[in-house]
């Protein structure tokens, strides 16, 4: 049970050794903040509105550039049309995501996980059309986490 | 593991305490610098907290003219007395000085200031409420990721928990284990409802499981509500230890987090922005049905001996009793002692007895009444024992929510943890017998007249105590 431990343990430290690496390599200035987002989710609906939001996540989080790290092929020329902002976007194996997710799931205030169910404990998947909350509120508030009036703002 | 005493409210109040000073003095020395001299303060971002921050800037002598959020919902509600107004309306104000007052969105308020054409040094503040918030906020993790520090901390706390876990298993072994972290009876009580249904059973006695609480009072509740296997743990198990480990491999673990927070931000968030409720937090998103099942109701164990002492102890008279809860754990409501007196003495002047329940040293008895200490187990029938029970919208109320008497629970315009949007008992469809009243801090003095009037007076000849 300790080797489970300490195997999870390693895996988040390989997930934040990889995405320092590529923060430190792609960050451009001192002064500049760059927003850092994992993208492991193929789901479609919901990619739509993730991609409908990446700008307003950016210019509201004060970001200057963002850092995506993908496992799903994501379309590099689209994303870089979505926002102004540059994008440094990295394609990830599933067993790098896999360590990058671990990593996140600890360091959910500083990496942006864009998925339903992971890391594990999003279980956010279950909330899609329940009351009010359509796939686009969900991304907007929850999974962005965007402040202020989706309505008034888009 | 050692099972400690609770040390949770120690913890937090000394926390709280260090935050509060580390904040008074930032605005005093803005203060000595003549940073307010002639003009209009705004706070921005301590909804939860106003209360608190008006008390510390008063205590300098020194006045809040504007509070500013960027909820729409809260924009135009009554707080602190002022009406709230959104953050872009500050930029029309001559003479401005914004204190921008949040330690996880200090970024985003600040970009959004030097965004509406004030200047940070001049126009606003942010401040952290000293050296310590301001490194865990991460002002100093610019150039980084995650600081060095905060990991090895993250890595630790998850260590410990680790041990922590196993100790349970090893006197618990093969049960599920649910994590209460958050010290409320509130929340235990309302996801004790459900929990028969996630577990298959008919009453929470029944279920086979380990329940982590994190404050004395909360598993108080869960003896009272039937938890066959309860362990208290310290603040800092629960909330670093435990909860560093559910994230790092919680899917991993027979842990289960209790409540919809300490994991993510990801329901907290519709929390403030869409339509769900308390009880959805539980339905939803701790337990994730799939349909919506009836809550089952735990029978509180009263002691009708106990009760029956109490009431001749404190002379007052079955039927014609007022148990008022006027306390809440994580707010200060707005109605002042002075109404809560003539509230006190309008129903004392009609014959009823009144009583405080007084959950703490923290919580004296109103004047004019008496000092009522009801265990938990007991809170039910004695609330049905007095007749009428009138209170401030707590955890306390969902513990006599079920009580047959008269109930009056009251939220508050403004108090996020009093609102009838997401606690009211209507809303969530828990119970249908409550008058719920809503104080929007202007017209608190009609609320309490209304109280009174709405009471019969009683023709029992009684002289009011």
């Given at each position: 049970m300790e080797n489970e431990f300490e195997s999870c343990l390693e895996m988040a430290q390989a997930g934040k050794d990889h995405l320092e690496s590529l923060y430190v390599k792609y960050k451009p200035k001192q002064s500049e903040r760059m927003a850092v987002l994992l993208f492991p989710e193929r789901r479609e609906d919901f990619l739509n509105s993730a991609y409908k939001y990446l700008g307003d996540y950016l210019a509201k989080g004060g970001f200057d550039s963002?850092?995506?790290?993908?496992?799903?092929?994501?379309?590099?020329?689209?994303?870089?049309?979505?926002?102004?902002?540059?994008?440094?976007?990295?394609?990830?194996?599933?067993?790098?995501?896999?360590?990058?997710?671990?990593?996140?799931?600890?360091?959910?205030?500083?990496?942006?996980?864009?998925?339903?169910s992971n890391p594990f404990n999003q279980r956010a998947a279950g909330l899609v059309g329940f009351k009010d909350i359509t796939m686009d509120r969900l991304v907007y508030y929850a999974i962005y986490g965007i402040i202020g009036d989706m309505e008034a703002n888009t | 593991m050692s099972v400690a005493e609770n040390s949770f409210e120690a913890a937090w109040l000394k926390e709280r305490d260090e935050y509060f000073s580390g904040l008074t003095a930032e605005i005093k020395a803005l203060r000595d610098e003549g940073v307010f001299k002639g003009k209009r303060i705004a706070i921005l971002g301590c909804w939860q907290n106003a209360a608190a921050v008006k008390d510390v800037i008063e205590s300098l002598d020194l006045k809040v003219?504007?509070?500013?959020?960027?909820?729409?919902?809260?924009?135009?509600?009554?707080?602190?007395?002022?009406?709230?107004?959104?953050?872009?309306?500050?930029?029309?104000?001559?003479?401005?000085?914004?204190?921008?007052?949040?330690?996880?969105?200090?970024?985003?308020?600040?970009?959004?200031?030097?965004g509406l054409g004030l200047a940070e040094g001049n126009n606003f503040f942010v401040l952290f409420g000293g050296e310590s918030f301001k490194i865990k906020s991460g002002f100093y993790a610019e150039?980084?990721?995650?600081?060095?520090?905060?990991?090895?901390?993250?890595?630790?706390?998850?260590?410990?928990?680790w041990q922590a876990y196993n100790d349970i298993l090893a006197e618990y072994p093969g049960l599920p284990i649910w994590l209460m972290h958050q010290p409320s009876i509130g929340d235990l009580y309302i996801f004790s409802l459900f929990l028969p249904h996630a577990m298959g059973k008919n009453k929470v006695s029944d279920c086979d499981c380990v329940l982590i609480v994190s404050k004395g009072s909360t598993k108080r509740l869960a003896e009272a509500i039937g938890y066959k296997n309860i362990v208290l743990v310290s603040f800092e198990q629960a909330h670093m230890e435990l909860l560093s480990l559910a994230r790092l491999m919680?899917?991993?673990?027979?842990?289960?987090?209790?409540?919809?927070?300490?994991?993510?931000?990801?329901?907290?968030?519709?929390?403030?922005?869409?339509?769900?409720?308390?009880?959805?937090?539980?339905?939803?998103?701790?337990?994730?049905?799939?349909?919506?099942?009836?809550?089952?109701?735990?029978?509180?164990?009263?002691r009708e001996d106990v009760v029956a002492?109490?009431?001749?102890?404190?002379?007052?008279?079955?039927?014609?009793?007022?148990?008022?809860?006027?306390?809440?754990?994580?707010?200060?409501?707005?109605?002042?002692?002075?109404?809560w007196t003539k509230l006190v003495a309008g129903l004392v002047q009609k014959g009823y007895d009144v009583c405080t329940n007084c959950g703490g040293p923290n919580e004296p008895p109103l004047p004019g009444t008496k000092d009522a200490r009801i265990d938990l187990r007991d809170s039910v029938l004695f609330a049905e024992k007095a007749g009428f029970f009138l209170g401030i919208r707590s955890g306390f109320c969902d513990i006599v929510c079920t009580a047959q008497c008269r109930k009056i629970v009251i939220y508050e315009t403004g108090a996020p943890a009093a609102s009838i949007d997401y606690f009211g008992f209507e809303k969530m469809d828990i119970v249908h017998d409550i008058e719920e009243l809503i104080n929007d801090c202007i017209n608190t003095d009609d609320l309490i007249e209304r109280i009174i009037d709405s009471f019969p007076t009683l023709t029992t000849g009684k002289s009011g105590q």
């Open positions: 963002a850092l995506i790290v993908n496992s799903i092929g994501l379309d590099h020329e689209y994303m870089q049309g979505l926002t102004g902002k540059p994008l440094f976007i990295i394609d990830a194996s599933e067993a790098e995501m896999e360590q990058l997710l671990r990593f996140a799931s600890l360091a959910f205030m500083e990496v942006k996980t864009m998925a339903l | 003219d504007h509070i500013a959020d960027n909820s729409p919902a809260k924009q135009g509600e009554i707080r602190l007395g002022l009406v709230a107004q959104s953050v872009e309306s500050l930029r029309s104000i001559e003479n401005i000085v914004v204190l921008a007052l949040n330690n996880t969105y200090w970024r985003e308020l600040r970009l959004q200031l030097a150039q980084e990721l995650l600081a060095p520090d905060s990991w090895r901390e993250i890595c630790e706390n998850a260590r410990s928990g919680g899917d991993k673990l027979n842990l289960r987090n209790a409540v919809y927070h300490g994991l993510n931000n990801i329901f907290q968030s519709l929390v403030w922005n869409t339509e769900v409720s308390f009880r959805d937090s539980f339905t939803k998103y701790v337990f994730h049905f799939e349909d919506e099942v009836a809550p089952i109701f735990p029978e509180l164990p009263g002492g109490l009431f001749s102890a404190l002379s007052l008279t079955p039927g014609q009793t007022v148990l008022i809860s006027p306390y809440a754990g994580h707010f200060n409501p707005a109605i002042t002692i002075e109404q």
